[in-house]
């Protein structure tokens, strides 16, 4: 049995060789794993699943990209891998036509799955960054269903202004952001675990990754971040026969 859990791709038409890299990978190395989970910042951003129809006719290409990345998780999938979604802070408007299209489940945030006999509390990783507030107030909007359903009736050129915005806006913020306020929160991450009752946490977002060694309820835990995906590089825990998840680099080829 081997699950393969990655995050933040940041999948967008100027950065072909994280895409192309990530196709290999889903060929080679990920083919014939038994689940892959996918836990959130898949893509840059993403602006409503109609932008699939777009494809052929998107000058951005992210129309494109997106088609590309569904057929090949959808191969995956095909072949017997059962493949999970989560959304993230950039691709929160992830929705069940895409999913299906992947041949993907989609995840709530936070999750419990058992991986390696073990039950593994998996999250993107952004609500665990509470110290920053702004964000926070932001996340509770963007994740609100009203909130949603009115960006998604806007009609799709709008959308794709309002994302532009939003990338901007957050860059100029984290700037200025000491960086103990872009990590999480140690005592948010030990209330998460204890009242899910697990000893492994795993996420992404902060794009540091590491294998953190902790205590939840006086037992000792893991705390395992994963890496995001540049040029040349990706980032992948692997659960195998032994059930231990294990943190790990590796060259991105393409």
Partial sequence: ??????????LHPGAPAITEGFLHWLEDSARGCDALYLLGDIFEAWIGDDLLDLAG????????????????L???????????LM?????????????????????????????????????????LCTLDTAYQVFRAQARH????????????????ALARQLREQSGEANSSKAEDIMDVTPAEVVKAMAE???TTLIHGHTHRPAVHELEVNGQPARRLVLGDWQPGKGWEILV?????PRLREFPLGG
Avoid: Y
């Fill in 240 to 244: 195998d026969d032994d059930g231990e």
């Fill in 74 to 84: 959808r191969r995956l999938a095909d072949e017997g891998t059962a493949v999970f």
């Fill in 57 to 72: 006719s998107d000058p951005t290409g992210n129309a494109d990209l997106a088609v590309r990345i569904a057929r090949a």
């Fill in 1 to 10: 049995m081997t699950t393969r859990l990655i995050s933040d791709l940041h």
């Fill in 145 to 160: 269903p009203q909130w949603q359903e009115q960006v998604l009736s806007m009609p799709i050129d709008q959308r794709i």
């Fill in 87 to 127: 959304h993230g802070n950039r691709d929160f408007l992830l929705g069940t036509r895409f999913a299906e299209q992947a041949g993907a489940t989609l995840l709530p945030d936070p999750r419990v799955v058992t991986l390696g006999g073990k039950r593994v509390l998996l999250m993107h990783g952004d609500s």
């Fill in 196 to 198: 899910q009752g697990v």
